[in-house]
């Protein structure tokens, strides 16, 4: 057996510190919306490990909206999704969404890792994804869930150098910004689609 690919990808690792990661990021998946009611039938992310998970939670309206258990999911690579917004006395969907694009995983990569290193005694035992919904617009999320009423929060000195940690949409803890994009918008559902009856 030739041991020589093995051995140089492991010299590679330790002198310049280049990996790939096969730990998951989290298990648990929120879906919601901070500007009212939204349907989401379909909502998959790929990572980069070739698995992936589902975040069409159905009906949403609130950050950070409904949660499931995920199984795991690595570093997110792609997003395919169909999402509608209700009217507001939520009877009617009146506009519909889709998108399907890749993510910038190693800029997520970087931020998960500024994230998880951003708290002085704070672990990640708690992480969340988190797809949100605005219309046409669609972020995805990754937060520790560190509250600080009832945790210690503090951040380490000069934690966040890039400024990728912020606070999140309800101001409750810290996120940072996986994906943040715009899907197709239509007044009708699109040919093809869950909401395609």
């Known amino acids: 057996m030739n041991d020589k690919p093995f051995i140089l990808f492991m010299f590679c690792s330790l002198l310049t510190g280049c990996s790939i990661s096969l730990t998951p990021v989290t ?37 950070s909206g409904a949660s499931a258990d995920i199984g795991s999911i690595g570093i997110p690579e792609h997003i395919d999704g169909y999402w509608a917004k209700y009217h507001a006395d939520g009877d009617e969907l009146i506009a519909f969404y889709r998108i399907s694009t890749s993510i910038d995983s190693n800029l997520a990569k970087q931020k998960i890792e500024a994230l998880r290193n951003y708290y002085r005694n704070h672990r990640a035992l708690n992480t969340r994804i988190r797809v949100v919904v605005d219309s046409e617009r669609v972020r995805i999320l990754y937060s520790m869930n560190c509250y600080s009423y009832r945790m210690d929060c503090t951040p380490r000195e000069n934690a966040d150098p890039n400024g990728w940690v912020i606070r999140s949409p309800d101001n409750t803890t810290e996120v940072v910004v996986l994906f943040d994009g715009n899907g197709e918008a239509s007044d009708t559902p699109f040919p093809g689609s869950p909401y395609d009856k």
């Open 27 to 63: 298990s648990i998946g929120t879906a919601g919306s901070t500007t009212g009611y939204h349907s989401i039938k379909l909502m998959y992310i790929k990572d980069t490990q070739g698995g992936g998970a589902s975040f069409a939670h159905g009906a949403v309206n609130s950050y």
